[in-house]
């Protein structure tokens, strides 16, 4: 009975995986097919959203009134809209629609490599495989109000080679204007943190192309004038990650010694499984490279992952036992997010600095409260996307994959983070000059904070 | 061989001395039940624990795991050696790999989500009652009370439902059919690295594995999951080498650190008792 319940502990707290991938469908035409497809994801979400009384929701009206329509839909596209109609009445993060192509047919596991675990910045080089074409022109963009700033951009993109810089701000990508794009997005969210969620991996996900063919960007440069610059995608790179339920994805891990510092930083793109194990081995790297003043752990722009990997991320820096990040709770059972310390071996003891801002997500914002609520991170930034909730994902009969809410997440004070997000500890935001000026102000403010703060004073035994 | 629910699809000979139950029955009619002690015993028999087991030493138990819901499939290998030293390796593709063991005397657990960690409490009394290939036969010693209290329909099987009560307080309830006497079936609360969980478990698709009955497939529900636990092969007496079951390095380092602490506890204690 033991392995079972060993093994739980990796299903239940799974997928949670962003709950944002911006995908369209495909042709299937057997109508009863999507019938079937549609009462299977009302009644899997009737039977298993953590809130018996479904959010205030009447499901059962909800159901009468949608399933005509999911009747006469021809099309997993025309039935994936009505699905997410009803999904979006309950009002939360983490419920979509993923169609079959995105799946089918699957990328190759076996780009994925364990003896390459990193992308950059760290002493190992990083492997490129290719899913079908996942391109990126090298460029990551910031939202800043409703401009779209450059925040970086790779030294060997042609993005970098045709002249564009960090800061500049792009107006358009193909025929697509930014501002007209905001401007309609804007008109069916909640707010400017969900314009700044939703904007940037809207047009992030423009920037990385699925055709290998040139895009045009309109862009304002350092002296504002308008520039029309053609840039050839290159294949993304990182770790191909076959993820159990949601398609497959390509890991990025960064960790390396700040330079001219004692200060360990680590980012990556995703809570994906092989992520702890690099922790584990940033850890060890920064105690044989004389790291003392502090880790960071760079959350910005990550929209999420497996829930249980915050637990063994937190094991590197947490030394008390019993300690939590937080509670899981469906309709009967409450888990508890908890972290079982590392042994000191793997374990930094030193001061701990989470960066976030809008766009950290799910179990970023786990992470990342559960840190602060238990005073073993100074959190700064600016408040997160509050989007966290804990999902599973299923095939529909039509072949679609539906994710959907299981679980609800609260602090252990029983706070909710989705909706509310999680406020740094000191409120840094970066302006569109600091871009323009190659400065990075969160970045800066925490590694200021760490050689100042008082806590290094007994230095972490290597 | 409570760890991948293989023996543990106990049955119970129709025979045995027979009382009432102490709780109300569901049945209309009231049914003489047996006593639970015969049907657990009962269970054993049938399963032919006791002759499959005897000069068994070690066993490696090759088996899958599914959700089939939502796609998932992995495999799980668990070697045992008697008297009581396990070692199960998990890795399901797209989730991950993990170990967890019982040497004897330490139980622990290591996967690539929650990392290295040391089993206490009610999880450590469930390792050590998972550990042991002969609980079943050994009932009695593992279980302080067990009560008949009612026959019912379990999962489409007429069974004998019973109360057991382990020696460290765990509660279970355990369903007997009433016609293989095989055990059908489970359901209790689980010390799992998050908490508690119910786990309803159903047996199923009995076979003979090395001249034990054996449930080929086992159901877990636990809460909207439901997984399949289905046995490949079971092999007895295989060769293990020596160590196989020592813990790894990190292991033994938090077992390290482990003793340090207690060391440092008891030594506070002992000068705190010496103070006036």
């Known amino acids: ?462 | 061989m409570r760890p991948l629910l293989l023996l543990s699809a106990l049955s119970l000979s129709a025979c045995g001395p027979k009382t009432t139950s102490t709780e109300a029955n569901t049945e209309p009619v009231p049914v003489e039940l047996p006593q639970a002690d015969a049907i657990f015993q009962a269970h054993v028999d049938a399963s032919n624990q006791v002759g499959a087991m005897t000069g068994i030493e070690t066993m490696k138990v090759t088996a899958v795991m599914r959700i089939p819901t939502a796609g998932i499939e992995g495999e799980i290998l668990t070697h045992w050696a008697k008297p009581n030293q396990i070692l199960v390796e998990q890795n399901i593709p797209g989730i991950g790999s993990g170990q967890m063991g019982f040497d004897g005397e330490n139980g622990w657990s290591s996967d690539n989500m929650m990392g290295p960690r040391l089993m206490e409490g009610q999880e450590l009394e469930e390792a050590l009652l998972d550990s042991d290939m002969m609980s079943d036969i050994n009932f009695r010693e593992w279980y302080t009370e067990l009560e008949t209290l009612s026959q019912t329909d379990f999962n489409g099987v007429t069974a004998y439902e019973v109360k057991a009560v382990a020696r460290f307080g765990r509660e279970s309830t355990l369903y007997f059919s009433t016609e293989s006497q095989l055990q059908v079936g489970a359901s209790h609360s689980v010390e799992s690295p998050m908490g508690p969980m119910t786990m309803e478990i159903f047996y199923k698709e009995f076979q003979d594995f090395g001249g034990m009955v054996v449930p080929k497939l086992s159901q877990v529900k636990t809460g909207p999951m439901t997984m399949e636990l289905e046995v490949l092969s079971i092999e007895t007496n295989p060769e293990i080498p020596e160590g196989f079951f020592v813990p790894p390095a990190e292991i033994q380092e938090l077992l390290a650190e482990q003793a340090e602490t207690e060391a440092a506890t008891e030594e506070n204690s002992e000068t705190s008792t010496e103070e006036p």
């Open chain 1, 1 to 462: 009975m033991k392995p079972i319940t060993a093994f739980l502990g990796f299903v239940l707290s799974l997928s949670m995986l962003q709950g944002c991938a911006h995908v369209s469908g495909h042709h299937t035409p057997d109508r009863n097919i999507q019938l079937e497809s549609f009462d299977y994801a009302w009644s899997r979400i009737g039977e298993t959203y953590y809130d018996p009384e479904m959010n205030g929701l009447d499901w059962q009206a909800t159901r009468d009134e949608l399933r005509p329509r999911a009747a006469a839909a021809a099309t997993n596209d025309e039935l994936a809209e009505i699905i997410e109609e009803m999904m979006e009445r309950i009002g939360e993060s983490h419920f979509q629609i993923i169609p079959l192509f995105v799946y089918d047919p699957p990328p190759k596991p076996e780009a994925f490599s364990e003896d390459n675990p990193t992308t950059e910045g760290a002493d190992l080089p990083p492997p490129t495989p290719h899913l079908d074409f996942r391109g990126s022109l090298g460029i990551k963009i910031r939202l800043i109000g409703k401009e779209v700033v450059i925040q970086e951009i790779q030294a060997d993109s042609h993005a970098f080679e045709k002249g564009i810089r960090v800061g500049w701000r792009i107006t358009s990508v193909d025929d697509i204007e930014i501002l007209e794009l905001l401007d309609k997005l804007e008109e069916t969210l909640d707010g400017p943190r969900d314009l700044e969620f939703y904007g940037s991996r809207q047009i992030q996900g423009l920037l990385e192309p699925e055709q290998d063919a040139p895009v045009a960007l309109g862009l304002i440069d350092h002296h504002g004038t308008l520039n029309l610059i053609s840039v050839h995608p290159k294949a993304l790179e990182g770790n191909l990650q076959p993820n159990a339920m949601l398609p497959q994805s390509l890991t990025r891990f960064e960790a390396r010694i700040l330079d001219n510092t004692t200060i360990g930083y680590i980012r990556f793109n995703e809570w994906a499984p092989p992520i702890v194990e690099r922790f584990t081995e940033a850890i060890r790297h920064f105690k044989e490279g004389g790291v003392r003043d502090g880790v960071i752990v760079d959350l910005r722009g990550n929209p999420g992952g497996v829930a249980a990997m915050s637990m063994g991320v937190a094991s590197h820096f947490v030394e008390k036992k019993g300690e939590s990040l937080g509670l899981m709770k469906d309709r009967n059972t409450t888990l508890n997010l908890r972290i079982f310390p590392r042994p000191r071996s793997q374990r930094w003891s030193g001061p701990v600095v989470l960066l976030i801002d809008g766009l950290s997500a799910s179990t970023s914002e786990i992470f990342a409260a559960g840190m602060q609520d238990i005073d073993e991170a100074t959190v700064i930034g600016s408040t997160t996307a509050g989007k966290a909730l804990a999902s599973i994902v299923e095939p529909l009969p039509n072949g679609d994959r539906i994710q959907f809410v299981i679980w609800n997440l609260t602090r252990t004070n029983g706070q909710r983070v989705e909706g509310d997000g999680v406020r740094p500890d000191i409120e840094v935001r970066p302006t569109p000059e600091d871009f323009l000026a190659g400065v990075d102000p969160v970045l800066n403010t925490a590694i200021q904070h760490l050689q100042t703060t008082d806590s290094h004073a007994t230095p972490p035994a290597p």
